[in-house]
Every structure is written in C-alpha cells, then in structure tokens.
C-alpha cells in the first residue's frame, strides 16, 4: 500500500505533518521496520540544488529537505540510504558545489544532525 504526498499537501498541512503522516503509515504495523531512503534531490526547489536531471521551480526549501531527514533520522529506523539525481556536470560549478554540499548535509540529517 504506497501512500504520496505532492507538494499541495506540504503547502497545504506542512512538511512536519506530512513526515507524521508518512512515518506513521509506514511503521504503523511495525514501529521497528527497517526504513530505506532514496532521496531524489530533484525535489528540492532548483534555487538550492540545481545540478539535477529535473529541475522545477517550486519544490522543497532548504529547510523542509533538511526536516525530512531529521523526521525519518528521529523514528530511529533509517537502514539505508541513497542519494540520487544528483549531477555536478549540469551545472556551473558554483550550482553544483551547492547541490553537492546540501546533498551532503541531507544525508547527514537523516544520520541525525539537526541544521538548527
């Protein structure tokens, strides 16, 4: 049972809901499962990781990319983790050190560090 949340729902109840209700639906019948992340930096909005495959306007702050990682870091069940669509070469290399060091600071928020 795949459950999805676009970016009217973040605008509309909040990255801090959606990650409740995400987590929820996922360790509901097992509050133990083993989670993987793939973290598809594509969905986060091009003025902050802008050496992607796909970028458009409008997707995930600095800070809401940042929380879905601290969210799924505090369930205590992250067992794995990729990072994907990340590709210095579309980019100058000041848009792509930035989306080299967000994804960075994205996997370190889902191993726990908080950014505030």
Do not use: W
């Not at 601290?70 to 067992?79: D, P």
């Not at 967000?102 to 889902?110: D, E, M, N, R, Y």
Request: hydrophobic content about 40%; glycine content about 10%; overall charge negative.
């Amino acid at each position: 049972n795949i459950k999805a949340f676009t970016m009217y729902d973040i605008d509309k109840y909040g990255i801090g809901s959606v990650m409740d209700q995400a987590l929820t639906h996922l360790l509901e019948k097992d509050p133990s499962r083993p989670i993987h992340v793939s973290y598809d930096i594509d969905a986060v909005d091009p003025a902050h990781a802008p050496a992607t495959g796909t970028t458009v306007r409008g997707g995930l702050t600095y800070r809401e990319a940042h929380f879905v990682g601290e969210a799924v870091a505090m369930s205590g069940c992250l067992a794995s983790v990729e990072m994907v669509e990340l590709n210095p070469t579309l980019s100058d290399g000041a848009g792509s050190n930035d989306t080299i060091e967000l994804g960075l600071g994205l996997i370190t928020s889902l191993m726990g560090k908080s950014i505030i």
